[in-house]
T-cell receptor, first 114, second 109 residues
Framework: IAGITQAPTSQILAAGRRMTLRCTQD?????MYWYRQDLGLGLRLIHY???????GKGEVPDGYSVSRANTDDFPLTLASAVPSQTSVYFC?????????????FGEGSRLTVL | GQNIDQPTEMTATEGAIVQINCTYQ??????LFWYQQHAGEAPTFLSY??LDGLEEKGRFSSFLSRSKGYSYLLLKELQMKDSASYLC??????????WGAGTKLIIKP
């Protein structure tokens, strides 16, 4: 089934540990995004990539890094996790880069930092 | 600053009609989205409006007024499966997507 796959689905992590959330899409979409979703707040963009080999910072990039070595994969790394990074993380993709087209979301990764 | 406002929670009865409002303040405008998100699941696309007017898609319709910075999502013949959060998002002049916090819709039998 075509779409976006995220892993892990959920994770409990000790503060200070390094963590990589994986995201893979098989739709050959150019643009990919990482969002975090917290109760009472709208989705907030962490990082994005308009095409393989390029990345950009979103609204809340601090403490996170990404890479886009190829079209399909867009991992998100927390170098040293802190409790404020407890959230649900969604990876998304779209065909275009202008945010005027549909976003396709992965099922989310629930991360708890203790 | 840029802002999206929508009610936090709404309750409606199965079989009825409900209108979820969204007002936006953005620097420029390049379209407005509605997404549906069931609890514990990913958001899924419902509609995209860039021109004024009403767009109908089955039981769901979305309306946009650019001059008023206003949109609504209209859900008809409500079903229990429509219980979900509905997210409004607007694209600004820099093609950045600004998200509202979502409206949790509770459907009662």
């Amino acid at each position: 089934i075509a779409g976006i796959t995220q892993a892990p689905t959920s994770q409990i992590l000790a503060a200070g540990r390094r963590m990589t959330l994986r995201c893979t899409q098989d739709m050959r979409h150019n643009a990919m995004y990482w969002y975090r979703q917290d109760l009472g707040l709208g989705l907030r963009l962490i990082h994005y990539s308009n095409t393989a080999g390029t990345t950009g910072k979103g609204e809340v990039p601090d403490g996170y890094s990404v890479s886009r070595a190829n079209t399909d994969d867009f991992p998100l790394t927390l170098a040293s996790a802190v409790p404020s990074q407890t959230s649900v993380y969604f990876c998304a993709s779209s065909t275009g880069t202008s945010n005027t087209g549909e976003l396709f979301f992965g099922e989310g990764s629930r991360l708890t930092v203790l | 600053g840029q802002n999206i406002d929508q009610p936090t929670e709404m309750t409606a009865t199965e079989g009825a009609i409900v209108q979820i409002n969204c007002t936006y303040q953005t620097s420029g405008f390049n379209g407005l989205f509605w997404y549906q998100q069931h609890a514990g699941e990913a958001p899924t696309f419902l509609s995209y409006n860039v021109l004024d007017g009403l767009e109908e898609k089955g039981r769901f319709s979305s309306f946009l007024s650019r001059s008023k910075g206003y949109s609504y999502l209209l859900l008809k013949e409500l079903q229990m499966k429509d219980s979900a959060s509905y997210l409004c998002a607007a694209t600004d002049s820099n093609y950045q997507l600004i998200w509202g916090a979502g409206t949790k819709l509770i459907i009662k039998p």
